[in-house]
């Protein structure tokens, strides 16, 4: 740049460091800004600070230990991530999964779902200043916590299911716990969108804030409720669906101007439809086994593999992963808390896959953060990081 | 051309002998395409048959393939308008890892491709900032290729030879 531009401009850019560690970032992210005043001209983020290489890892692990990696991506809906998993193995194997272990994995799955908005929706409306409506919604993500725990003994990282189906069959005490909660949640939630969904000063801090156009928001490769806001009608359960989420009946909310106030209200919205879901499947849950007769991944129940020949030798096999599968490449995806998780896998038909990809919809959507708040204040820009629900262990996997 | 042409056929039919094979893997239908062709066919499918979505593009590396198809890219595109998917696939050699980008065809390629330059070691021409984005910059290998090991190869206090890869 030559002296009389600068002479012309009489302008000076501060050069604003936001994060890595910021508290209002709510994560690992590191944004240098290149701020006129309070208005942001460019901004260059740099990710990777939490880089795990779960990729080299996975190649590395048994099918069934690799589970647990998929926790860490995104950590808000874990069991989401554990689901895609198995369903990605479980497709390459081409078994088929009884009906009441995919209506179990739908629960659990919308019941995530409904913990991923809670943390995004409520982080939103404290970065606009709220905090009673956080506090307020957070005991029923305890709840969700609670039943997860009953189901297989943790609560953030789950490890939920198994290669074949659920570990095991809920306990009537989970399913009492299902039950409260959704008599009770529905109004809790009322309760929050009524501090929250029409108030002055939250609409006036989100409408308009970091929206972004349904065309650049497919060509960024948007997907979630992210892309749904901005008026594209894009879920996974519905395009392809998976887990038989084909015989429920549910809507599938969609915003029109892709600004931080429908990001919100696409995932108030996209709660109650999950509760709707949790109801259907609860009524219609079919009797039958919880897992599928897939000996070679499904481990067998402990007194069987103390009395029974067979069984202590797939007990063997399956603790020092020893079990082959086919040769091929599988993608499976699921619709994740934010957007479109997908595995692809290649195996060569050894005990660990060949190459596994995570297709991470946050790492992909991330990409756009810079273009969506050019020209907005900094305070927009906390709040359009925080309404995309960008979660850093899966932005850096 | 009739109504049932398949993709396969009008793919071929524009790219003749740079459309390599169709196969289908599982739900997908897998092209496969050479190197040279690829940025045109993802052109020609955004603009002429609605792929207007870029899934994911990843690379990987296969040692023990023949020379000319030692590292692989793949490409996934999906159509919402038909909710179509496919798989584009392109193969190389360790001595031409160079491909063009497509990063001005579907933003969402930028960090991809850095990601798949960070990992494998693929350069993209015309990508505008080809940085690693994942590890530092420092960084002098490329961590994905299966010659780099997960662990330590100097440690002698594990034993994987039962159970190891």
């Not at chain 1, 809906?77 to 209506?103: D, F």
Request: hydrophobic residues 40%; aromatic residues 12%; negative net charge.
């Amino acid at each position: 740049m030559t002296d009389d531009i600068i002479l012309e401009e009489k302008k000076e850019y501060t050069t604003l460091n936001l994060g890595p560690t910021h508290p209002a970032t709510h994560g690992i992210f590191q944004n240098v800004l290149t701020m006129d005043g309070e208005i942001i001209i460019d901004a260059v983020p740099t990710i990777g600070y939490i880089h795990r290489a779960f990729e080299k890892l996975a190649e590395r692990r048994p099918y069934n230990q690799i589970t647990p990696i998929t926790d860490r991506l995104n950590y808000c809906s874990s069991p989401i991530n554990n689901m895609g998993w198995h369903m990605t193995v479980e497709k390459l194997l081409g078994c088929e999964i009884p009906k009441r272990a995919q209506y179990l994995r739908v629960i659990i799955m919308e019941l995530s779902r409904i913990a991923d908005h809670i943390v995004c929706n409520t982080v939103i409306a404290v970065d606009t200043g709220a905090m009673t409506g956080f506090l307020y919604l957070f005991q029923w993500r305890e709840r969700i916590y609670e039943i997860f725990e009953e189901i297989c003994g943790s609560r953030l990282t789950t490890n939920i299911g198994r290669i074949g189906g659920m570990e095991r069959d809920f306990s009537p005490s989970t399913w009492l716990k299902i039950e409260t909660f959704l008599k009770e949640f529905p109004a809790g939630l009322k309760e929050f969108g009524a501090l929250v969904n029409r108030n002055r000063i939250f609409m006036d801090r989100t409408i308009n804030c970091g929206a972004i156009s349904a065309d650049r928001a497919i060509s960024y490769g948007f997907s979630g409720p992210n892309l749904r806001a901005c008026g594209v009608d894009y879920d996974v359960r519905v395009m392809n669906p998976y887990s038989s989420y084909q015989d429920f009946d549910f809507n599938i909310p969609i915003g029109k101007a892709g600004d931080t106030y429908d990001r919100y209200m696409v995932r108030n919205d996209e709660m109650f439809q999950s509760l709707k879901i949790i109801q259907q499947a609860m009524d219609k849950m079919p009797a039958g086994n919880f897992h599928a007769d897939l000996p070679e991944f499904f481990l067998p129940p402990k007194e069987e593999v103390y009395n029974n020949m067979e069984a202590l030798i797939y007990h063997f096999k399956i603790v020092m992963g020893e079990t082959d599968v086919p040769k091929g490449e599988v993608y499976h995806s699921v619709e994740g808390g934010n957007g479109e998780l997908g595995y692809y896998l290649i195996s060569d038909g050894g005990r660990t896959p060949f190459r596994l990809h995570m297709r991470r919809p946050c790492f992909i959507f991330y990409q756009a953060f810079t273009e969506m708040i050019k020209g907005r204040m900094l305070s927009d820009a906390i709040l359009t990081l925080s309404s995309m629900n960008v979660i850093a262990g899966e932005l850096d996997a | 051309m009739s109504e049932n042409t398949t993709l396969g056929d009008k793919l071929a039919a524009v790219f003749g002998d740079a459309l390599l094979s169709t196969t289908t893997d599982y739900d997908f239908q897998v092209f496969e395409f050479h190197k040279s062709a690829l940025r045109n066919v993802v052109i020609h499918l955004k603009e002429q048959e609605g792929f207007n979505y870029l899934t994911t593009l990843c690379g990987s590396h296969f040692p023990d393939a023949e020379k000319e198809r030692e590292f692989c890219m793949m490409y996934q595109l999906h159509n919402f308008s038909s909710n179509e998917r496919i798989r584009l696939k392109t193969f190389m050699s360790r001595e031409d890892l160079m491909l063009e980008t497509i990063c001005d065809i579907y933003d969402a390629a930028n960090w991809m491709e850095r990601e798949a330059y960070d990992f494998f070691g693929f350069t993209f021409s015309g990508h505008p900032n080809m940085k690693r984005i994942l590890n530092m910059e420092e960084m002098n290998y490329f961590p994905l290729r299966k010659e780099y090991p997960l662990e330590d190869m100097s440690r002698d206090d594990k034993d994987d030879t039962f159970f190891g890869r």
